[in-house]
């Protein structure tokens, strides 16, 4: 496969790629669809390689850059990255590779947290690799320095394949959330980040979990006006908003995932990348 170094400007009519280790940048997908309703969109779900939350940074490199090039193969005039894990690993080598092209990453909301917390204490829920990260760990930091809020780190191994297993409610996927979520109420945080894409579609078992009152932070629909801010005006499209999606695994669970977490039914097609 060839890497394009500096992908030619597209039409507006192009589609906007978007990618993720599987179904959870489905909840990125959600903003986006609902922000820019006239755009299209081609969606790669990596799920025969899920998850990359336990995966040597390396390996994430390698997934991200074959899923770029092929998106950007089939035309796509920008990308989102929507995953915390892959844009801590690669937004940088991305920017770096592809100067011109209009990239938009996902991080968690540490800071929109620190502007809301009163306790502040803020739980971080997100995957190993975000959590070890070097960006992860800068944006962690300086934070900390800047608005003397503590982050209380909580790596959630195991949850996002629930997740990609379709296992929104099973008393399982209950339990492991209450293992994740229950300590950090316990050590007072009042704000909870959901760092990792996938966790959005377990909100409601957060929320049962949380005292009322409690913040959850989702970034989904602040990276949806980014890229809205991103393609300006002129880059704009006016189409009806289609969708299809590529997966590296089971075109079944893509379809079923699709249909339950965003209510669509978009043609699916596996694919080698
Ligand atoms: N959805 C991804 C994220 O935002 C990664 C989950 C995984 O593959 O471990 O971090």
Redesign the pocket.
Known sequence: MTIRSNPTPLGAQAPIGVF???V??LSVLRHLRAHLPHEDFLYFADSGY?????KPEAVIIARVEAIAAFLLERGVKALVVA???ATAASIEALRKRYPTLALVG?EPGLKPAAALSLSRKIGVL??AA?LSSTKFKRLHHQLEADTGVTYLLQACNGL?DQIEKGELTSPATALMVQRYVAPLIAAGADTIVLG???YPFVRPLIEALVPAGTQIIDTGAAVAQQMGRLLGKHQQHSGSGDLAIFTSGSVSSVERASAVLLGLTPPVEAVVA
Do not use: Q, R
């Open positions: 993720d280790s599987g959870g940048g899920a998850p990359y939350g336990e995953c915390n894990t996902v997100a995957t975000t996002a990792c894409t996938h």
